[in-house]
Each structure stands twice: as C-alpha cells, then as structure tokens.
C-alpha cells in the first residue's frame, strides 16, 4: 500500500523515470500481450555466480523478486518488430541468456541457455480488472528466480494510443541502471529496423555480468584493516547486518509494506543545498550523513549505522552491460560534524569495493535480520545512460510483505526526493514516519 502525508505521492520522476511499484504504476486500458522466449533444455556452461545472486536465488522460487521498467514507445510499432529488437537485446546482453537453478545441496548454480525465439501470448485481462494486476501476476510467474528464462517482455495496446512496453526481470539479473540500458538498446535495435539494418549489428560488444563476476572472484584479499572494520560494524549489530533504530513493532511475519516518497527539495533548493555542501568543502550526500546521524542521535540515543549499497561498475567497460552490479557496504557515523559525516561515507565506500563473501564468511554470511536498516543516496544526473525525452518512463518494482526499513534518496533535475519502504504496522508509521519527517526537516534547514 501508499501511505499518505507529508509532501507524499505514490511515485517520483527519477531523472526523466518515474520510480513507482507495480500496485501503483500509470498504464492505460488496453490488450496485454507477452514474447516469451524459448530456451533449449539441456545444461550450458557453468558460469561464475555472484554473492549477492547466490543469496538472492538462494531463497527460491517466489514472487515479488523482480523489477521492471515500462515506456511508452515513440510511435506505433509492430509486436515482429519489437520481437525481433528484444531477441536482438538478450543476444547482445549475457546475463538475458543465463538461467539459475538449485543443487542437490541447495547451491546456486547459473549456466548459458540457449535462446531458441519465441511468440506472443495474450494475458486476457478481465472486466474490472486493471491491466497493471494481470502484469503483476505475469511478472510473478515469469520472473522468478529459477525460471528460464527469468525475464519477459510485455506490451500493453490500446487503441488510437502509442503502446507501453514492460520489461520485467529477476532482480538476479538487473538493477535499475541496467533497466535504462535495456530500453536504450530496444530502441536502438527498433530504429535499425525502420532503417532496414539488422538489429543492434552495429553496437559494440559489452562485457557480460558473469565477466565481472569472475574479476571479483580473482581480486586479491580485502586488506586487514577492512575486515576488521566489517567485523566492528556487525558486531555492534549483534553479528548481524544492521537494523532501523527505532520500534517497528511486531514483524516476526513480515506484514505489507508501506510506501512514501516525499519531494524534499525542488530544483531551486537542491541548488542552494549543493552550495551549503560545496561551500564546507564536502558532497551533497555528506550533508545528508550528517543530519541523519543528528536525528538517529536524537530519537534513539545512538550512532546512525545502515547498509550502504555501492554500485561496482567501477571501470567504463561495465556502464552498457546488463547485470547486478550492486553490492552492499555499511555506514556508521556517531558524529554529526560535516567533515566526520564525510568520512563516514567514503570508509563506506571502501567497506564495498571488496568481494564480501570472503569478507563475511568468518561471520556466518550476509545475516539478514528483522528490521534491517538500510540508506541508498542516487543522484540521476551523474549516470552516463542517456535515453531519449518522451517516453514516459517508469521503473516499477514489484509489492511484497517486508520487515525492513529501505530509504533512497534520490537527486535528479527536479530536486531532492526521499523515497521509503516500511513494515505496515502502528507503531512503523509513528517511529519511521518521525524520523523521516525529522530528516526531511533537517535537510531543509541547510540550504536555508
């Protein structure tokens, strides 16, 4: 569900991308169809498995492990045209043509499938029922994390309007810079095709998720100091990752989640914000650090500590490929002062430039516990995807039960915009309502 308050709204523009959830996002009446894609049945080459794919999948099959992206095309397009495009997507990108499965054992696995094409499936969609319910459903099935493939192309038309495509996956095998590489190359390869040129020939290669993944497993050990610093964090954390400071009630049974996005600062504030940040010679998000290791300070009486997740495409041959280049970090910060809070974010930073597996396995893995805690700062304007104007973008993700707490902010053209994911319960709404009302305050304040 959307809770209402605040300078709230059920979704944000990010950059041009409307940020959103699958209960929520805007898609017009009209015919639902799927391409889905045949794969060949007999077991490909092993490939490297990722830590955070080996956790995600690990947890098996179950709906609402996906995020998607949805766009309304330039113009009216044939579905054998958007077929052909979107084979010519998954063939250029690796990760579209790999597929997971469990050991006897319960290990991850992943391995090349070959694609073998494939075509077009209505999803009837009801009298009274919303075309974005039956996508839900769709994407539930289709996405999940031992499918084969776990990603689906969707389409929705009505008439007399320009179509809305949907592009789901597995979270296994995107993230959301992934999603804006995955709708510049369809249109890409559509425009080939108006040309009358094959689709995406022309596009150079792209390193393949399971590429990166093999270089993270080559890199040498974490330097001692890092894991001590790890082994610090989650200690405090009762060896566990760490977790929202404040009563969240009971989520023993992890209940519906919440969702708030809040508009904190319009594009004239962000503006003066950055000014008071570069002014006292530290980054927008150090600021941020600040005022939420005030506000921790002041309603819990302790020091701000959350996952800190940190993209790895940390060289220029990662930006056009598609995988799940993320990974997570912690943050502690027990002082409010800029310069301290400063530091804090880039000890964070180096906490996630290391393969974690090896840094975690001393501690019993990644624990996830109830109420995990966790901070996201995404500043639009810094990605180097460029997708044209238009399209009336959205990423959407998909709506499940939660007992954590998940803040983004996120920074693009229109202003600073804090969006967050919390446990549906009572005393949820008062402890996490509080405290984003506190830093939404706080951050205000600064470019006053």
């Known amino acids: 569900m959307v809770s209402l308050g ?19 996002m805007a898609l017009p009446a009209g015919r639902l169809h799927g391409y889905v894609l045949r794969t060949d049945g007999r077991p490909g080459r092993a490939l490297p498995v990722s830590f955070d794919q080996g956790r995600h999948v690990g947890e098996g099959p179950r709906p609402g492990s996906w995020m998607a992206v949805s766009f309304r095309m330039p113009s009216v397009v044939d579905r054998a045209d958007l077929a052909t495009a979107w084979e010519a997507v998954v063939a250029r990108h690796g990760t579209l043509r790999t597929a997971f499965a469990l050991g006897p054992s319960g290990d991850v696995r992943v391995e090349e499938v070959d694609v073998l094409g494939g075509e077009w499936v209505e999803h009837p969609v009801a009298d009274g029922v919303h075309v974005r319910d039956v996508l839900r459903e769709v994407f539930d099935a ?9 990603h689906r ?14 592009v789901g996956a597995d979270h296994s095998h995107v993230d959301m810079w992934s999603l804006l590489v995955l709708v510049r190359d369809l249109l890409s390869g559509l425009d080939d095709l108006a040309d009358g040129r094959p689709p995406l020939a022309d596009a150079p290669e792209v390193a393949a998720f399971s590429d990166h993944t093999a270089v993270l497993a080559a890199m040498p050990p974490a330097p001692p100091e890092v894991s001590q610093r790890w082994a610090a964090i989650l200690g405090a954390s009762g060896g566990a990752m760490p977790v929202f400071p404040l009563p969240l009630g009971d989520v023993a049974v992890p209940p519906p989640a919440v969702v708030e996005v809040r508009d904190v600062l319009d594009a004239d504030e962000v503006r003066r914000f950055q000014a008071f940040a570069h002014d006292r010679g530290v980054r927008m998000i150090a600021v941020a650090t600040s005022v939420m290791t005030r506000v921790v300070a002041e309603q819990a009486g302790g020091p701000f500590r959350a996952v800190f997740p940190v993209h790895s495409r940390y060289q220029d041959r990662w930006h056009d490929s598609v995988g799940w280049f993320i990974t997570n970090a912690v943050i502690e910060s027990a002082d409010p002062d800029l310069r301290a809070s400063a530091a804090a974010v880039t000890e964070a930073i180096r906490l996630g430039s290391h393969p974690l597996g090896p840094i975690l396995e001393p501690h019993g893995g990644m624990r996830v516990p109830p109420g995990m805690f966790a901070v996201s700062w995404l500043d639009t304007r810094r990605l180097p995807v460029e997708v044209r104007d238009g399209l009336e973008l959205q990423y959407v993700g998909a709506v499940m039960p939660t007992d954590g707490v998940m803040v983004w902010f996120v920074v693009n053209d229109t202003g600073l915009h804090l969006r967050c994911r919390y446990p549906d319960t009572e005393q949820s709404r008062a402890s996490v309502g509080g405290w984003l009302d506190a830093v939404g305050d706080a951050l205000r304040a600064c470019g006053d």
């Open 142 to 150: 289709a996405c999940s994390p031992l499918e084969r493939p776990s």
């Open 6 to 24: 605040r300078g709230v709204r059920t979704g944000l523009e990010y950059g041009g991308m409307r940020l959103t959830n699958v209960a929520q």
């Open 153 to 166: 192309l969707c389409v929705v038309e009505a008439d007399g309007e320009r179509p809305v495509v949907v």
